[in-house]
């Protein structure tokens, strides 16, 4: 069987990216802080999620789980993402960007094999997003 013949299978891979950012009228250095904070962490990743430093891995209760990738302070975080143990490997990269009035966090999301639902990663994200935002005040 041909690459173009197997479609959307490890071998060859069919992503796509939901990208997804908020703003919140907070400076990036509070926002950073709180990333950096158990609350920021399961905020963005659900109960039980950590980001650490690079190399570190990451458990949500929600049976998520993944690497830190890179680790770039006030600016950005990369992890891997898996949505089980039997779920390829995605990467999630959050980016903080300043405005006049605050901090625009970006979420981009990569490698999403076409079989799931974007609909339902796009809310899962933008979901994060407010909860942060909530804990930034």
Same mark, same amino acid.
């Given at each position: ?18 990208? /997804?950012?908020?703003?919140? #009228? ?7 802080? !709180?990333?950096?904070?158990? =609350? ?10 950590? !980001?650490?430093?690079?190399?570190? #891995? ?11 990738? +890179? ?8 992890? +891997?993402?898996?949505?089980? =143990?039997?779920?390829?490997?995605? !990467? /999630? ?12 966090? =970006? ?24 909860? !942060? ?5």
């Amino acid at each position: 069987m041909n690459e173009q013949a197997q479609g959307d299978t490890l071998v060859n891979p069919v992503d796509t990216t939901v990208k /997804v950012s908020r703003s919140v #009228s907070k400076p990036v250095k509070d926002v950073w802080k !709180l990333l950096a904070t158990r =609350e920021g962490a399961e905020a963005l990743l659900g109960a039980g999620g950590d !980001l650490g430093d690079k190399g570190d #891995s990451w458990h949500a209760a929600d049976g998520t789980f993944g690497v830190v990738r +890179s680790y770039h302070p006030l600016e950005q975080i990369r992890f +891997s993402w898996h949505a089980a =143990e039997e779920a390829p490997k995605t !990467l /999630v990269e959050v980016d903080l960007v300043s405005e006049e009035d605050g901090t625009r966090l =970006e979420i981009s999301h990569q490698g999403i094999p076409t079989y799931f639902d974007t609909g339902a990663i796009a809310r899962k994200w933008e979901t994060a997003l407010e909860r !942060l935002a909530a804990a930034a005040g």
